[in-house]
């Protein structure tokens, strides 16, 4: 671990001043989403989704970004995993992008809402053929007795839907939106001097910006 201790990184890749960023935080978001990719970070759209479960205890994953809407970002998962039941209990999240080769994160908090089944739907169309497969043939986030079972478990899927051109989503998978009410910005300074900007949701559609100490 002592490369974990002696890690000294200081950061000087960019700033970032109120004057800079677009005054609705989800289209500035998008900008760093496609500074990301411009500057081929490996999964530009891997974010850490926090949840709570019925304890009030926390819990995080990492998950991809499918869709930015006027008011939400969206994922797609299995309801029945237990990101879905502790979405259940509390339907509120936290979502993290690091963006590390541009020293950027970017921090977002809101309820959350599931997509309807439309949306659901087209999505899953979209998918190529073994994922779809593959939201049947597993039951996210229970044990399996080993690998060997799962695959029997896609096996028997396989075998289900032969010849069935368009597979449908399983009732059970589907998005979810979350609409945040603070989206923070962060960019690395030297010397720990980080630029902090963050968006607070008014309540009546706009937002406002404030600078946070590092
Ligand atoms: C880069 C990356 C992307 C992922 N994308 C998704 C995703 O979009 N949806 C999903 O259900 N799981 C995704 N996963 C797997 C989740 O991190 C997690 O293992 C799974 O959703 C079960 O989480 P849970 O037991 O907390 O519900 C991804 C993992 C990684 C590392």
Not at 98 to 116: A, F, K, S
Not at 165 to 191: C, H, K, M, T
Not at 202 to 212: K, Q
């Amino acid at each position: 671990m002592d490369a974990v201790e002696r890690d000294r990184h200081d950061y000087a890749r960019g700033s970032l001043d109120v004057g800079d960023v677009d005054p609705h935080p989800l289209r500035q978001l998008e900008r760093w989403i496609a500074d990301a990719v411009e500057a081929e970070v490996g999964e530009p759209n891997a974010m850490t989704l926090a949840t709570v479960d019925g304890d009030g205890r926390p819990d995080a994953r990492v998950v991809l970004l499918r869709r930015i809407t006027d008011t939400s970002l969206v994922w797609f998962t299995d309801r029945r995993s237990a990101k879905g039941e502790q979405l259940v209990a509390t339907p509120h999240a936290a979502l993290v992008f690091h963006w590390q080769p541009l020293e950027r994160q970017v921090r977002l908090r809101g309820p959350v809402v599931e997509l309807d089944d439309a949306e659901s739907d087209a999505y899953f169309a979209s998918r190529p053929r073994g994922s779809r497969l593959s939201a049947w043939a597993s039951h996210q986030s229970q044990p399996t007795a080993s690998r060997e079972a799962y695959e029997r478990q896609v096996e028997d899927v396989e075998a289900r839907f032969e010849g069935v051109e368009d597979v449908p989503r399983p009732p059970y998978w589907g998005g979810y939106a979350l609409a945040p009410v603070e989206v923070e910005l962060w960019q690395g300074r030297r010397s720990r001097r980080h630029d902090r900007l963050r968006f607070r949701a008014d309540g009546a559609g706009a937002w406002t910006l404030e600078r946070l100490q590092p």
